[in-house]
């Protein structure tokens, strides 16, 4: 585990006040790349003065910013999360070694409140019937569709996932079930966010993600995906432009 290297992808949309909290934990060997996604706060600015690559990504959608993040990474693991400070990247190294250890494919965060109000009642609910919906589907014995996970860059390319908005969390796993991927959970904590929440802080983008998910999980009961056997190779993401230096 001694040297290693880790692209963390943080999708970004607004979150400037946050940054310097989540690039900051950062382990040593862990690369931020932050994936501005239309924000108008100056994130893009903030995230290259403390050292993180940017990729800006013109098509909105949270899949499209995880996307346009893969494209852009070269190590060989990728881990993903949040950018509003409401989970603690120094809590990678957790999951980066049950994969690096041959322990699972895909390692996620199982968010643990930390603080009162942490999770928006509305929001934990739609969580716990998503959860219920996956295990049925998958048999992955998962409680939470945390958005703080890990696994090999190529074996997530090849997973080739297409949804560009709220079901791409989703759309990893069940790919990943048809895969044959081991997939597991730990717990991490899960603070109040930094700043106001563009999906499931509010109602509305709560009911849009719930939408994106069940139609996803309709789908995946119609027709398994095809297994996937051999990682393919990487593609760009239309319209997205990388800048930076790597350390």
């Not at 992808?9 to 994936?35: S, T």
């Not at 048999?139 to 696994?151: A, C, E, I, S, T």
Request: one cysteine or more; charged letters at 25%.
């Amino acid at each position: 585990m001694d040297h290693m290297t880790v692209d963390v992808i943080l999708p970004c949309l607004d979150e400037a006040d946050a940054l310097p909290r989540v690039i900051g934990r950062l382990p040593e060997g862990y690369r931020a790349i932050v994936v501005d996604n239309g924000s108008t706060d100056g994130s893009a600015d903030v995230a290259r003065a403390h050292g993180a690559t940017v990729v800006t990504e013109p098509v909105k959608g949270f899949g499209s910013a995880c996307a346009a993040g893969v494209a852009a990474a070269t190590a060989e693991y990728v881990a993903f999360c949040d950018a509003d400070a409401s989970m603690d990247p120094a809590e990678l190294p957790d999951l980066v070694a049950r994969v690096a250890d041959g322990q699972t494919d895909l390692a996620l965060g199982r968010r643990v409140p930390t603080t009162r109000g942490a999770w928006a009642p509305h929001a934990r609910f739609a969580n716990r019937v998503l959860a219920v919906l996956m295990r049925r589907a998958t048999g992955y014995r998962l409680r939470d569709l945390g958005p703080m996970r890990v696994m090999r860059r190529a074996d997530l390319v090849a997973l080739d996932l297409q949804d560009r908005r709220s079901g791409y969390p989703l759309e990893m796993v069940l790919a990943a079930h048809a895969a044959g991927w081991r997939v597991d959970e730990s717990d991490i904590g899960y603070a109040q966010r930094v700043g106001d929440s563009k999906v499931t802080g509010t109602l509305r983008g709560t009911v849009n993600a719930v939408r994106d998910m069940s139609r996803l999980l309709r789908e995946y009961g119609r027709e398994a995906r095809p297994r996937v056997v051999a990682p393919g190779p990487a593609r760009d993401v239309a319209g997205s432009t990388t800048e930076g230096a790597r350390s």
